[in-house]
């Protein structure tokens, strides 16, 4: 069975930075493209960024291009979004979600991820 664990969440200032994790485990990570998600207050789930299994392409939402970076550690099942320059707008749960099946020009469709974690709360106060 596949399971995701995110961390990494917290409270910080405007401003700020964090570096949210998500380790995979019961599955072949290399295999899986992996992303973030999150929700925040008001508004529904949205794409944050993808990071393919090969060749290190990433896509970012317009929101954090510039801000946030993904990135994967093979040999470590993990993947990593580092949020710097928080913005209040940025407080949300910040979810991963892993897919062995998904062609890229689908990446930012949360439908087309068969695994997700539990999410870690981000919150950025101003």
């Known amino acids: 069975q596949v399971q995701l664990e995110e961390s990494g969440g917290g409270l910080v200032q405007t401003g700020g930075s964090l570096r949210l994790s998500c380790v995979v485990s019961?599955?072949?990570?290399?295999?899986?493209?992996m992303a973030w998600f999150r929700q925040t207050p008001g508004k529904e789930r949205e794409f944050v960024a993808v990071?393919?299994?090969?060749?290190?392409?990433?896509k970012y939402s317009d929101s954090v291009k510039g801000r946030f970076t993904i990135s994967r550690v093979n040999a470590e099942n993990t993947v990593y979004l580092q949020i710097n320059s928080l913005r209040p707008e940025d407080t949300g749960l910040y979810y991963c979600?892993?897919?062995?099946?998904?062609?890229?020009?689908?990446?930012?469709?949360?439908?087309?991820?068969?695994?997700w974690g539990q999410g870690t709360q981000v919150t950025v106060s101003s």
């Open positions: 979600a892993a897919s062995s099946t998904i062609i890229m020009s689908a990446a930012t469709n949360g439908r087309q991820y068969g695994y």
């Open positions: 019961g599955g072949t990570f290399s295999r899986y493209t």
């Open positions: 990071h393919s299994v090969r060749g290190g392409y990433t």
